[in-house]
């Protein structure tokens, strides 16, 4: 069993910067895959980045170059640091895991997730 819990969204001017944190629970949470994903008012949950367990990492195209991807497996916590956010960025942001191994951008391929976190970009 895998506990997920996101923090550090918040409201923030256009161009600025958050650092959302997922924290998990579990001995074999550092053997999972972890994603973040969003979920903008009347859309659909949309992928925006992964981590293997080996620590290779993807993006969607709409955050390449502007969120970065980490994790820390002592602290059993995934992170991910937004810069240059922008208005379209306003989101519930969430966490989510999986012991699969292959790299996955579908959020049915996860099945842990996290109670998410807004975030909200002003222009």
């Known amino acids: 069993q895998v506990q997920l819990v996101e923090s550090g969204g918040g409201l923030v001017q256009a161009g600025g910067s958050l650092r959302l944190s997922c924290s998990g629970s579990?001995?074999?949470?550092?053997?999972?895959?972890m994603g973040w994903f969003r979920q903008a008012p009347g859309k659909e949950r949309e992928f925006a980045a992964a981590i293997s367990r080996y620590g290779t990492v993807i993006y969607a195209d709409s955050v390449k170059g502007r969120f970065t991807i980490s994790r820390d497996i002592a602290k059993n916590t995934v992170y991910l640091q937004m810069n240059s956010l922008k208005p379209e960025d306003t989101a519930v942001y969430y966490c989510?895991?999986?012991?699969?191994?292959?790299?996955?951008?579908?959020?049915?391929?996860?099945?842990?997730w996290g109670q998410g976190t807004q975030v909200t970009v002003s222009s």
């Open positions: 989510a895991a999986d012991a699969g191994v292959p790299m996955s951008t579908t959020p049915d391929r996860y099945y842990y």
């Open positions: 579990g001995r074999t949470f550092s053997t999972y895959r």
